[in-house]
């Protein structure tokens, strides 16, 4: 298995030399959509190879900031979205960073890695192993990739394809005992809840419990990872120029999850039925840290932008767009049914 073109988990560096993460698994033709993640910055504690040095940059609204003061031209005024995305023009686009390749590279280098990436290629060996999958069809992302981990980086991987990733959910998610893999536990997991959730306290009981309970994170050795499980193109039926998109602002809503199958893949998307507004059919979020979230049959609520999306046959139906902003959540408020 061979992937092309950019999609989850790949990086791409502009001409300026800005560091863009690739978001979703269909893309336009004369753009890749992408979120930034690291600009260069003098004082800046990430190095690369060159000696340059980089910052990494957290929140979406200092992102989106930077990118409006610096470089509007990859803040693109989508029509078929309806509102401006960050998007890395194809001419724009210096190198792509391919994380499968990357790994295939790691797994060479033998006696030349870091003590985190040995990690890391130690951690993809028994993953591949357990649940006996293609070495095609992992790879490593994140800071990794882009040759700008540090001692503290966490360990992430991806998982391509819909067969691969679920084999491999199945083997972690039915209590397969895998060596060296622990979930968070004690302060562990608060440290990872105040990273990760620290702007909703109301919400932190119920978030711990979902957080202690996901199998596509937690630690290795003395290292964080998270896996990132992604479809490939070809696994989805619509094409980016299929639907369109129209903001209806941010709202908080409640409902009942219908379906989960599609909730451990970045992005992730969960079915369910709402009261208030009939016509809302999915939980849609491309942030890792909504996938594995809620289950089948829970009531729950959820805060995001909500959106009309409609395809080119004239079918409208709602969707809860998760994650673009800190103050966003999803929680259950009852057990499955």
Known sequence: MAIIDPIEGFFIV?????????????QPKDRIIAYLRYIPDEKGNRISNNGMKYRKVYEFAEREEFLRQYYPQYLWNSEIHGRVIQAVPVDSIAFVLNPVDSMRQMRNMKHQMSQSQNAARELAEILVE??????????????????????????????????????????????????????????????????????????MTKLRKIESEKCLQGLFSSYEFYIRAVKLPNEMDWSFYDLFFESKGEHVVEGRVLSDLDSIFTPCVYSIECVEFADLQYLVSYRGRFAEHVKKGMKIQAKGMLEMVMDNSGKKYMQLVLGERPSDYLVPLSKQI
């Open 14 to 26: 502009t001409n300026e030399g800005l560091i863009f993460e690739v978001k979703g698994n269909v």
């Open 130 to 203: 357990t649940a006996d999958i293609d070495w095609s069809s992992i790879g490593i992302t994140g800071s990794h990739l882009v040759g700008l981990e540090t001692s503290a980086s966490d360990i992430d991987l991806v998982v391509y394809g819909s067969f691969s990733a679920r084999k491999l959910y199945s083997r972690l998610h039915t209590g397969h005992t895998i060596p060296s893999i622990m979930k968070y536990r004690g302060e562990q997991l608060e440290k990872h809840l105040r990273f990760r959730w620290a702007r909703l306290p109301k919400w």
